[in-house]
Each structure stands twice: as C-alpha cells, then as structure tokens.
C-alpha cells in the first residue's frame, strides 16, 4: 500500500467571509480546473454529510462526502468513487493572514494500492491539479 499527502496553499487579497462564502459553497467550483459540473446527492447542502458529484471535462465524476465544517476555518471531505485511490482525505482552509488578505490551504492525504510508479505519477498529477485550481480560485476575487 502505498500512502501520500498533498499540500498547497494560496495568498487571497479578500476578508475572511467573503473567501468562506466562495470555497463553502462546495458546488460552485468554477475555480476547479477541469470542472465541467458538480451536483449535490441529495438534500443536504452544506456541512457534514452533505454529497457531491463533480464531473470532469475528461469524462471522469468523483463523489464526495463532507465529513468535517467548521464555518470560516475549514471543511473537510472524503472521496468515495471516481479515484484511482483506495483512501481520500482532503481539507480546505482558511486563515486570516494580514489585513485583508488570507491564506487558503488544500491539504490531503490518501492511500492506494496502485504499483509505485502509478502512484507517484497520480501525487504528482494531484499538485499540478491543486496548484492550478488555487490559481484559478485567487482570480476569482
């Protein structure tokens, strides 16, 4: 089994409400790169235990589940279909970081048991993939 984490953080010149209202809204992902849709399954629509589906311009869809919320500091979510990866924690937060400004981190930690070589080039595809959506999710403000 091969495990791993994930961690990539942005500077947003914005108060911290106004970037908790942006990234809590967990289907507006226009930020996301590759995002084609993203659906919640079911009624809940924030907070543990809300579901949803992103579909990816590549044909993929990932199902997640919030597992964590904590308004203005964080929510956290697991992965249960659509990766190539027996384990998926993932948490996105944020902090005040000096006069409006803050810091938002994407942080996660995952599990597979793909050969070595798979896996390093799935970590690898996973920075790229957070670094980019960071980028796009700083333009948004």
Partial sequence: MNSGSVKKS??????????????????KLDW????????????????VGAKRIISFEDGSDVEEYIVGWRPKEYF?????????????HSTISIEKNKSNSV???????????????EFEEFVEFLSNFYVKSLKNLKKEF
């Avoid at 010149?13 to 809590?24: F, G, Q």
């Avoid at 996301?32 to 907070?47: A, D, P």
């Avoid at 956290?76 to 998926?88: C, Q």
């Fill in 76 to 88: 956290s979510y697991i992965a249960v279909s659509g990766l190539p990866l027996d384990a998926y």
């Fill in 103 to 117: 810091k938002i981190t994407w942080e996660s930690y995952f599990a597979s048991k793909s050969t070595k070589n």
């Fill in 10 to 27: 942005v500077i947003v010149d914005t108060n911290l409400e106004k970037a908790w209202s942006k990234v809590s809204k967990i289907t």
């Fill in 32 to 47: 996301l790169e590759g995002q084609k849709s993203t659906k919640f399954l079911g009624n809940k629509k924030s907070g």
